[in-house]
């Protein structure tokens, strides 16, 4: 069966910075573009970072552009997600998925939804800033 887990959230301070990581069963990286999403209660699961198949080029939130740098390891498939200058707007639940779309990624194509997403999600890890 196909599964994620993302690993790394934790509580920190304004500022400081954090490494998320997600590993998969049954499922690889390195066959299409991967993203990271989050999540707070009430909203919809947002598209944070994403890179395309074959590592051609990565889209980021305006949010979080400058801030957040995705990375895909292929010989471990693991995908990673490090995140510096952390603010509280940034406090989420955050997950880790395949995406199926296989030219470059852009905000349309790094969305959460059931129609690019094709794996279930993974538990999530939580992120809490504040100080």
């Known amino acids: 069966q196909q599964k994620v887990v993302e690993s790394g959230g934790g509580s920190v301070q304004p500022g400081e910075s954090l490494r998320l990581s997600c590993t998969a069963s049954e499922l690889t990286f390195a066959d299409a573009a991967v993203g990271w999403f989050r999540q707070v209660p009430g909203k919809e699961r947002e598209g944070v970072a994403c890179?395309?198949?074959?590592?051609?080029?990565?889209y980021y939130a305006d949010s979080v552009k400058g801030r957040f740098t995705i990375s895909r390891d292929a010989s471990k498939n693991t995908l990673d997600l490090q995140m510096n200058n952390l603010k509280p707007e940034d406090t989420a639940m955050y997950y880790c998925?395949?995406?199926?779309?296989?030219?470059?990624?852009?905000?349309?194509?790094?969305?959460?939804?059931?129609?690019?997403?094709?794996?279930?999600w993974g538990p999530g890890t939580q992120v809490t800033v504040s100080s």
């Open positions: 890179i395309s198949w074959r590592d051609t080029n990565t």
């Open positions: 998925a395949t995406v199926l779309w296989f030219s470059a990624v852009d905000k349309e194509h790094c969305r959460g939804v059931p129609t690019l997403v094709p794996h279930p």
